[in-house]
């Protein structure tokens, strides 16, 4: 799949995402990284809860994958990004997919709605068959 | 899982793995009925995320445990976990909430008064 999502810098970590225990890994790599760049308390909140539940999608809709994260700089400003990838089905309608309420599985269908309103830069891509890509940025303000 | 009175007391301390969230769910209404509980305090305090899996939970714990004759109160919510939540789209309707420990007691101790009395 052609990434045309923010890619974090060459110091990026990389996380496979295969288990309920990597999805936790996750959150810590992504907390770690946003205290390192100094966000606010409630916006390394608002980050770490949008990546745990772009990692539960990862694993639960993509049947697992990977989560690449680190920092990054534009402007003066620097920021955490996460890119989660995996090769899973894709998603048929993006539109739907990021309504709130709206649910292919068993949860609250507020995963990638409620985490695009958490973060400030949020991108999608799919392809039916051919995965999903989801990167979010937050800035240290 | 503490038993003080009437009240369950669920501290939740370790860094919340789904599956543990789901164990844990069905532990606490087993222990609901084995030990006749009346109320139960859920303290989150020590919780730095709360995602709409686990804020999930909280709500499906707090309408089992109503079910079951129990009332359920969410007790030390950090600001930042109540606006995360919030932005996120789960504002918890169902859900009793106290800030402290103390407070979630006191609610729960109210609503014992009211029922009426034993004979």
């Known amino acids: ?141 | 899982m503490l038993k003080i009175g009437d009240v369950l007391l669920v501290s939740i301390q370790v860094e919340l793995e789904d599956q543990v969230v789901l164990e844990l769910q069905d532990d606490l209404a087993a222990r609901i009925v084995d030990s006749g509980a009346s109320g139960v305090v859920i303290d989150i305090t020590a919780v730095e995320i709360v995602d709409s899996f686990v804020g999930r939970m909280l709500a499906t714990t707090a309408a089992i445990s109503r079910m079951l004759d129990a009332q359920t109160v969410v007790v030390g919510m950090r600001p930042a976990v109540a606006i995360t939540l919030v932005e996120l789209g789960l504002s918890l309707g169902g859900v009793r909430t106290a800030l402290t420990l103390e407070k979630g007691l006191e609610i729960l101790a109210r609503r014992d008064d009211s029922r009426p009395a034993q004979l």
């Open chain 1, 1 to 141: 799949m052609s990434g045309l999502a923010p890619v974090p810098d060459a110091e990026h970590e990389s996380v496979p995402i295969g288990s309920n225990d990597d999805v936790v890994r996750a959150r810590q790599l992504v907390r770690a990284l946003a205290q390192q760049c100094k966000l606010s308390l409630v916006d390394q909140t608002k980050l770490v809860t949008a990546a745990s539940e772009l990692a539960r999608n990862t694993l639960v809709y993509g049947g697992g994958g990977v989560m690449r994260v680190g920092l990054v700089h534009r402007d003066g400003r620097v920021g955490v990004t996460a890119v989660f990838e995996d090769s899973g089905p894709g998603i048929p309608d993006v539109d739907q997919a990021l309504t709130d309420g709206w649910t292919s599985g068993g949860g609250l269908g507020l995963g990638l709605s409620g985490a695009r309103r958490l973060v400030d830069d949020f991108t999608l891509q799919t392809e039916v068959g051919g995965g999903t890509q989801v990167a979010i940025t937050k800035w240290a303000r």
